[in-house]
């Protein structure tokens, strides 16, 4: 097993390069790699120079990257809510180990998302020789953690169906540390299922190049019990089950890469045709060589004399109009697809409620929420198995209002109209409020009521 660790899941495989090119382009590195080579077939120094050139002179407008970092102000323009007991009030400040906050951690988790529609969360506990204390997890000298991985760092993953449950059976991490020499070099983990017993491997390469185990661990919850699935959560942009969804920014970023292009090609005509060329009619070698003796050139603040009935000018050819309207275009585009992230209705997810399942219509954005917040409130359940805390009354949310329709004056007085009539019951009427903008989304029907001193709203049915 060993030897094999490395292998990657077919899906991996098939997806890797679109999340390279993605997270390329949202960052702005690598861009040689997609602006198409003139003449490509021409290896010659003078063609190789030419691309220098043509790449150089190319201006990259980071319209995925500042379309990302927009998204991720509108999702976290209020703070996220954590709801946890004493014991793990930790995350607020350090969820990883590492000083990293919840907080900041679902920030690059959405960001990832955002991008290439997946990540996951593994949460783990320190390996000790000995029994925790109740006192050292009270004093935080040992605790459990939540580390995210991004979707190129999952290589490999596995199921296996337990009557209609499915489970993780394997997942395959890459890592890296940091040996005695400062030296970073890679690392493989390993979580599996061994004979329904959650095991942790780690491996490193050997001189010989061979994945060897490093470290091997079996797990137990803070109640000294093993366990009997990988507390792994994987995160996507449409659900968080292990399979691949679609990477949420990869439609802008083709535009990009093409807005890319046509930058390439509009600063290259610019260059070439936008330089004023001098010209002169009926010159003959006489004429050249009084010009000449005489010092006179173009820029010289000199009269230039021409012969009779010749002309001077300059020739100047328009630059290629046709790649600049080509730009406009892939900017209204990215507008139009950026804008789509935030509309209602553009996703859909199936969610469990107490009464029932039932269908609720999501932006891509606020599906986006739902999801990491999920698997943080899951994540921080199995945090909390470990710490020996009951997984229950745990939460974390994520901003997932996005857009406030406007409303005319004559909308709000009709509703309000509407609740004074006894036709809208008053939670309806501050829920629309909410919505609106004209009322604080965090406060609740009680605290709207005693503040308007319409406390007798609260409970009158229609």
């Known amino acids: 097993m060993a030897q094999s660790i490395n292998t990657q899941n077919q899906l991996y495989v098939d997806n890797e390069p679109t999340w390279i090119k993605v997270k390329d382009i949202c960052k702005g590195t690598n861009l040689d790699k997609y602006l198409i080579k003139m003449n490509p077939l021409d290896t010659s120094d003078e063609n190789v120079l030419r691309n220098k050139q043509y790449y150089e002179r190319a201006v990259f407008y980071a319209l995925a ?12 323009r209020k703070d996220p809510n954590l709801d946890v007991p004493p014991m793990l009030d930790y995350v607020e400040k350090n969820v990883d180990g590492a000083g990293v906050s919840i907080f900041q951690q679902s920030h690059q988790v959405c ?24 006192r050292d997890l009270t004093n935080r000298k040992v605790f459990s953690t939540i580390k995210e991985f991004e979707a190129t760092q999952i290589i490999n993953w596995s199921t296996i169906r337990e009557g209609s449950d499915i489970k993780l059976s394997q997942v395959v991490l890459t890592d890296t540390y940091e040996t005695e020499e400062n030296e970073i070099k890679d690392l493989i983990i390993e979580l599996a299922l061994d004979q329904g017993v959650y095991i942790y491997r780690q491996y490193i390469e050997d001189e010989d190049g061979s994945w060897v185990i490093n470290k091997e661990a079996t797990p137990t919850k803070g109640d000294g019990s093993t366990w009997d699935f990988i507390p792994f959560v994987f995160i996507g942009s449409e659900d968080n089950s292990p399979t691949v969804d679609l990477a949420p920014m990869h439609d802008i970023v083709r535009i990009n890469i093409g807005h890319w292009n046509n930058s390439a090609t509009y600063e290259n005509s610019v260059w070439f045709a936008g330089q004023p060329q001098p010209w002169m009619s009926g010159l003959t070698e006489d004429y050249i060589k009084l010009l000449n003796e005489n010092n006179m050139y173009v820029g010289s603040g000199r009269l230039l004399a021409v012969p009779s009935g010749e002309t001077f000018g300059y020739a100047q050819a328009p630059p290629s109009t046709m790649a600049k309207e080509a730009m406009k275009d892939k900017v209204e585009m990215c507008i139009g697809l950026g804008a789509m992230f935030i509309q209602p209705g553009s996703a859909v997810k199936t969610a469990t409620q107490s009464e029932g399942e039932r269908e609720t219509s999501h932006s891509i954005l606020s599906l986006i929420a739902v999801n990491v917040s999920e698997a943080y409130t899951k994540a921080l359940g199995y945090a909390a198995m470990f710490m020996n805390e009951n997984p229950e009354d745990i939460a974390y949310g994520i901003n997932q209002e996005y857009v406030k329709p406007q409303a005319t004056a004559q909308e709000l007085q009709a509703i309000v ?3 004074l009539q006894g036709a809208m019951p008053f ?6 409020c909410k919505k609106h903008g004209f009322i604080e989304p965090t406060k609740t029907v009680e605290e709207v009521s005693e503040e308007v001193g319409w406390s007798g709203f609260v409970d009158r049915e229609v």
């Not at 593994?122 to 109740?134: G, M, R, Y």
């Not at 939670?427 to 629309?432: Q, R």
């Open 65 to 76: 990257g500042y379309t990302v970092r927009g998204m991720i102000g509108i999702m976290f």
């Open 427 to 432: 939670s309806d009427y501050v829920e629309w």
């Open 417 to 419: 109209a509407s609740l």
């Open 111 to 134: 960001k990832e998302i955002i991008q290439v529609g997946r990540a996951g969360l593994w949460v783990d506990f320190p390996a000790t020789d000995e029994n925790i204390s109740l």
